[in-house]
C-alpha cells in the first residue's frame, strides 16, 4: 500500500484523467511511445479511479485472450465511465479512499 504522503507529487485532475482514459487502451496494448506510457504509468500509479480502470481493462483483455465471454456488466461499466470520463464529470477526488481504516 502506497502511504499517502507521495500523493500531492502528482496533480490529478479531470482533464488529466481524461487523458489517460483516451490512451489506457493504446496503453494496455502497448502501442504508447515510452515517454507516453510512463506519464500513464505515474498516473495510474497515483489516481485510484483510472487504476481500478486499467485493472477493468486488464480484466476484459484477459477473457478475451482466453476466449471467454467478457463481463458485459464491467464493458458498460467502462463504457460509462469513459463517456463520463471525457465530459469532465466523474470528480477524481471521490475516488480518495486512503483514509478508510
Ligand atoms: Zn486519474
Redesign the pocket.
Known amino acids: 500500500m502506497f502511504s499517502s504522503r507521495i500523493r500531492s507529487l502528482f496533480i490529478?485532475t479531470p482533464t488529466?484523467?481524461a487523458r489517460?482514459?483516451k490512451v489506457l487502451q493504446e496503453y494496455l496494448d502497448s502501442e504508447l511511445d515510452a515517454e507516453t506510457a510512463s506519464q500513464v504509468l505515474s498516473?495510474?500509479d497515483?489516481?485510484r479511479?483510472?487504476?481500478l480502470?486499467a485493472e477493468t481493462y486488464r480484466r476484459i483483455k484477459d477473457s478475451i485472450g482466453r476466449q471467454l465471454q467478457p463481463d458485459a456488466a464491467a464493458i458498460e461499466r467502462l463504457r460509462n465511465f469513459a463517456d463520463r470520463l471525457i465530459a469532465g464529470e466523474v470528480d477524481?477526488s471521490q475516488f480518495d479512499g486512503d483514509d478508510e481504516v
Open positions: 490529478r488529466e484523467c489517460v482514459g498516473h495510474l497515483d489516481c479511479q483510472c487504476g480502470e477524481p
